[in-house]
């Protein structure tokens, strides 16, 4: 026969003591002891299996995603190692009123290039194929968002409204491209 509350401890003997009963107190201890061990088992198994779950979500092509993100750890010249000039592209540039990106667009070929800033000189930085968001002008250049391989334009985050204007920050790729090479199908 087990201890007490099955639990693998002896049951306690009550000895009486003025007008109070010992072992009482010892026995609610315990009953708490094995409450908390149970609770952070629960949590652990919990966690276990949301970090589980969020590993098993798929997401983007990460070697698409390193092959475009090394133009951005700098570029080679004269032998030296010299940074590249990025701008973000900003997002929600109409108002709080209007999607954070005010149209999609397609490339007018069969891709665009895409570069990490408004400078011809600008590195290359991707290129671009299928519907690409339309984001901010400036000049003859467009600021553009669009879906690394395995996302789609609606994991992209710009078709409803942001309260202020802010740079770009993912999940999906941004850069910038000539407006000529673009053509707006939506917005």
């Known amino acids: 026969l087990g ?9 306690p003997v009550y000895r009486e003591r003025g007008r109070k009963t010992q072992g009482k107190s010892d026995l ?3 009953a708490a002891q094995l409450s908390n061990a149970r609770m952070r088992k629960t949590h652990s198994l919990l966690t276990l299996g949301l970090s589980l779950a969020l590993t098993a979500c798929s997401g983007p092509d990460t070697a698409a995603l390193t092959k475009g993100d090394d133009a951005f750890k700098g570029q080679i010249v004269g ?9 973000a592209v900003m997002v929600g540039t109409g108002g709080a009123e209007t999607d954070a990106c005010s149209a999609l667009a397609r490339p007018k070929g069969e891709s665009v290039a ?8 600008s590195p290359l930085k991707a290129q671009a194929s299928g519907d690409i968001w339309s984001c901010e002008v400036d000049g003859a250049w467009t600021g553009v968002i669009f879906p690394a391989s395995g996302q789609s334009t609606s994991d992209c985050n710009v078709a409803s409204p942001v309260r202020t204007a802010r ?5 999906c790729r941004w850069g910038w491209t000539l407006s000529a090479d673009l053509v707006v199908t939506a917005g």
Request: aromatic share 8%; with cysteine; proline share 12%.
């Open 3 to 11: 201890g007490c509350l099955g639990g693998d401890f002896p049951c």
């Open 28 to 30: 609610r201890a315990r």
């Open 79 to 87: 032998g030296q190692l010299s940074p590249t000039a990025a701008r």
């Open 114 to 121: 895409v570069r990490w800033s408004n400078d011809p000189a």
């Open 167 to 171: 740079d770009y920050q993912g999940p």
